[in-house]
């Protein structure tokens, strides 16, 4: 199947970062999210990423013009009608994907291609809810997407292998390398690290070492090139604690139980880097 243009539904970070590497291999890319300003600040995220491609020498000023050219923002789901591949980058929640997932697939091709960018829900689950779950897929970006080069591609029980092939293709077109993965809670690359990231934040709770002291031995002591406090304060700490719920729900092992300070600063509203304020402030 050839992928000449890719719908990116959700226009935050994660999304934003899928529909800028999108375009930068060459790609036409809807991006559509509910609200305009979401989709305005999506375009000067992605617009001041380039820019530091462009400080590194990595980018020219044309090729940022070309790039943002490609892209096209809009609340309408039914300019998804003429894409080959959606991407849905909502939020880690399962309803939220579960009712977009179905408006994708009432605006989209019936050869369109569905993939979400879940980083802990269940594939098989979410593809039950469509009427062609064949051509659903996970395909797991890591943040940021414009940096970071690997993709899981998730295979659900009704995925079939001209999709799953689709999207390794798709992640080789993106640049990136792709690792096929077996649908499971958290996948490959989160089953690993999520607990780790919680840990730490259990080791701060007990009062063993400050945020700094923390990250400062994971970076020295283990080759860590962010800290593990720093990490989640990057991709948020409403995201892990999503994330740990799950695992916790699904493998039904206490192991997987959210550290209470995760739990007590997502009340609070501290999310990291997003919010300005996490283990640390921004």
């Known amino acids: 199947m050839s992928i000449a243009r890719i719908g990116v539904v959700g226009a ?33 995220t992605i617009s001041s990423s380039l820019d530091r491609f462009i400080k590194k020498g990595t980018l020219d000023s044309a090729q940022k013009h070309a790039t943002l050219a490609r892209i096209t923002a809009t609340t ?27 408006r994708i697939e009432k605006a989209a091709a019936e050869h369109a291609v569905i993939a979400t960018n879940t980083s802990s829900l269940s594939i098989t689950q979410l593809a039950a809810v469509l009427q062609r779950p064949e051509r659903f897929i996970g395909m797991h970006f890591f943040n940021p997407v414009p940096v970071m080069a690997l993709i899981e591609v998730i295979r659900g029980l009704q995925t079939s292998d001209a999709t799953f092939a689709a999207c390794a293709g798709f992640a080789r077109r993106l640049g990136k390398t792709s690792i096929a993965v077996r649908n499971a809670p958290g996948f490959v690359v989160n089953r690993i690290l999520c607990p780790m990231l919680n840990e730490a934040i259990f080791v701060l709770q007990e009062g063993l070492a400050t945020a700094d002291e923390i990250d400062t031995g994971m970076k020295l002591g283990c ?27 699904d493998f039904n092992d206490p192991k997987y139980r959210p550290a209470p300070l995760l739990k007590e600063m997502v009340a609070a509203g501290w999310l990291g880097r997003k919010s300005g304020r996490g283990f640390y402030r921004y």
Request: no cysteine.
């Open 76 to 102: 309408d789901y039914s300019a998804l009608g003429e894409v080959d591949l959606v991407v849905e980058a909502a939020t880690e929640n399962l309803q939220i994907k579960l009712d977009i997932l179905r």
């Open 12 to 44: 935050g970070q994660m999304g934003g970062g899928i529909a800028q590497i999108g375009a930068q291999a060459g790609l036409a890319v809807t991006m559509i999210d509910v609200q305009p300003a979401v989709l305005e600040r999506g375009l000067t």
């Open 223 to 249: 080759n860590h090139p962010i800290g593990p406090l720093a990490l989640v304060d990057l991709v948020g700490l409403d995201t892990l604690l999503a994330v740990t719920k799950v695992f916790y729900e």
